[in-house]
């Protein structure tokens, strides 16, 4: 059985920053195997993404509202991703999800890319 656990969320003022991991777990799983993306929902919208990596991390993809400020990196020997976000505004407010794909073809900005979720970490971010 697959689990992604997030963690790393919280309540931090605007301009400041968090970073938050993802770690996969289950007997056989590992994440080197997997693309990973981060997707966030805020309440009343629907999920958005935010950021995804490639399996060997050389190639990585933002959304435009987060570029320039978020840094999705990951650890394959630890079987964590992680999200680093520079510069919050309190619209990045929200609940943040990591996803794991393995899907032949896929696009990184496309829920339906992803195989497995996590059950997310609230973000909130305050003026």
């Known amino acids: 059985q697959v689990q992604l656990v997030e963690s790393g969320g919280g309540l931090v003022q605007a301009g400041g920053s968090l970073r938050l991991s993802c770690a996969a777990s289950g007997r056989t799983f590992s994440i080197s195997s997997y693309f990973m993306g981060w997707f966030r929902q805020a309440p009343g919208k629907e999920r958005e993404f935010v950021a995804g990596?490639?399996?060997?991390?050389?190639?990585?993809h933002y959304a435009d509202s987060v570029k320039g400020r978020f840094t999705i990196s990951r650890d394959n020997a630890k079987n964590t991703v992680y999200l680093q976000m520079n510069s919050l505004k309190p619209e990045d407010t929200a609940v943040y999800y990591c996803?794991?794909?393995?899907?032949?073809?896929?696009?990184?900005?496309?829920?339906?890319?992803?195989?497995?979720w996590g059950q997310g970490t609230q973000v909130t971010v305050s003026s």
């Open positions: 996803a794991a794909g393995y899907r032949p073809s896929y696009v990184y900005s496309r829920p339906t890319s992803y195989n497995y």
């Open positions: 990596i490639s399996r060997v991390g050389d190639n990585t």
